[in-house]
């Protein structure tokens, strides 16, 4: 069948002006994950009965309707009037925190996963994938320690007395996630091809960027009517010179013959924020995903919380300054590409490649000319996610010395001056 893919809708309005247009899209209800989990606890059929829309299901319905279903979170147990999320976990998570996890989650720690940075905790936590979820018993915090793979087996679970105090809070913070539908970019529903047969969805329609980036995936059916739809080796396919950046992927059954789209029951790429490259891994998340509520001849659905080329392959342009870079900001930006950006820590790097800085002067110079304001060093992002008095959730801030920062700038400034 006709698989193309459509533009993103950017807005809840019907846009399905394709030829697959159908009874099966014209009716479709907004439905907030939460009132549809089947792992969630309902809170109230009314929940479901939105207004009916034309639009796609999107991760970002899962919004505030989303964030009161899974967890008891609402026991109030520090969720005392007035107080606010960052509060909550100030008085009563980030010291547990610290004793059972930060050895190793600090900056520099043992894991190469820096969620307890200084000098915010409450920003390098909250800022990390897969933390604030819709649904808080699926945070990597409190799934990942549980895991007995945990730092390869060497590391701990949370103890329960702790777990009884961070629960509570990813819960306050998922109620407070805000419902954006706007970012959320859709694939025209299709059907799959079924019993283990390759699909490739191809994003180009999305976003002209997305030219050649597919999706694939083996599918097959379960049960007899098919119940279940097992999709296998999930894989990512970004081209040359591309960082990929996937954010929170969602598959939607749409019934043949109309009526309510099922999100992905699990929502098992809710944590999901990643990076590809070509020359990298593929494997989307786990790589199989089984949707629990298939239904026989059903459409299937595909949209982002957000899917977008990060750092260099927007064209970056040429350096007009590469002899000021290379004699005063080249030296100043050793310390970011030792620390980060020079190929350590993959979304640094997709974000400003600083892997060649010492033997490509040019390509290095395009890429910190992307992250600067040409002749105008205080708008200039290199120099505000750095600054140790900027609340930028940027992990590295010069460990907090002012003195430190102000040779970086001196350094940097007359390059990013002699670039206008
Ligand atoms: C002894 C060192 C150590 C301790 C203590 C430790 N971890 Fe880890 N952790 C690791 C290592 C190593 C990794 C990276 C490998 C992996 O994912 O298992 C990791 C990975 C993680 C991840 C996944 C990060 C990612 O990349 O997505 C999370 C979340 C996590 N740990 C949470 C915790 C929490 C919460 C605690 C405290 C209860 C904790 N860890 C205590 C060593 C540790």
Not at 79 to 103: H, I, K, N, P, Y
Not at 399 to 417: H, M
Request: aromatic share 6%; with cysteine.
């Amino acid at each position: 069948m006709d698989r193309r893919l459509q533009s993103p809708s950017l807005s809840p309005a019907p846009t399905m002006a394709s030829p697959l247009r159908s009874a099966a899209f014209s009716s479709l209800l907004a439905l907030s994950l939460g009132a549809v989990g089947v792992g969630a606890s309902s809170c109230g059929d009314s929940a479901a009965d939105g207004e009916p829309t034309s639009g796609p299901v999107g991760p970002g319905t899962t919004g505030s309707g989303g964030g009161e279903g899974g967890q008891g979170g609402s026991t109030g147990e520090g969720g005392t009037s007035g107080e606010t999320a960052r509060d909550v976990f100030e008085a009563s998570v980030q010291q547990g925190l610290m004793a059972e996890c930060g050895a190793c989650h600090q900056l520099q720690g043992a894991a190469d996963a820096p969620f307890l940075a200084a000098p915010d905790v409450y920003v390098s936590v909250t800022t990390y994938p897969g933390v604030v979820v819709p649904n808080a018993n699926q945070s990597v915090l409190v799934t990942r320690p549980a895991d007995p793979g945990h730092g390869g087996g060497q590391a701990p679970n949370m103890s329960d007395a702790l777990r009884a105090k961070v629960l509570p809070w990813l819960a306050l913070e998922a109620a407070r996630i805000p419902p954006n539908d706007s970012s959320t970019q859709f694939v025209t529903p299709f059907k799959p091809k079924l019993m283990g047969a390759l699909n490739t969805i191809y994003l180009g329609d999305l976003d002209p960027t997305l030219e050649n980036v597919s999706i694939t995936f083996n599918a097959y059916e379960l049960g007899q009517p098919p119940s279940m739809l097992v999709l296998e080796n999930l894989e990512v396919h970004p081209i040359a010179d591309m960082s990929l950046r996937v954010v929170h992927p969602l598959f939607t059954m749409y019934p043949d013959e109309g009526g309510d789209p099922v999100p992905d029951p699990a929502d098992s790429y809710s944590g999901l924020d990643d990076l590809f490259e070509v020359t990298g891994r593929r494997k989307l998340g786990t790589g199989t995903l089984v949707h629990t509520a298939w239904q026989k001849d059903a459409y299937l659905g595909l949209a982002f919380e957000l899917v977008e080329i990060v750092g260099g392959y927007i064209p970056p342009t040429d350096c007009l300054a590469l002899a000021a870079f290379d004699s005063n900001a080249k030296p100043a930006l050793n310390v970011c590409a030792t620390q980060c950006h020079g190929g350590q820590n993959p979304q640094a790097t997709g974000a400003m490649d600083l892997s060649k800085l010492a033997t490509d002067g040019a390509k290095s110079c395009r890429q910190v000319r992307a992250r600067i304001k040409p002749g105008q060093p205080a708008q200039s992002q290199i120099l505000l996610v750095t600054n140790p008095l900027d609340l930028s959730a940027h992990v590295f801030k010069f460990q907090g010395s002012l003195t430190a920062y102000d040779t970086f700038k001196n350094q940097v400034t007359p390059w990013i001056n002699a670039e206008d």
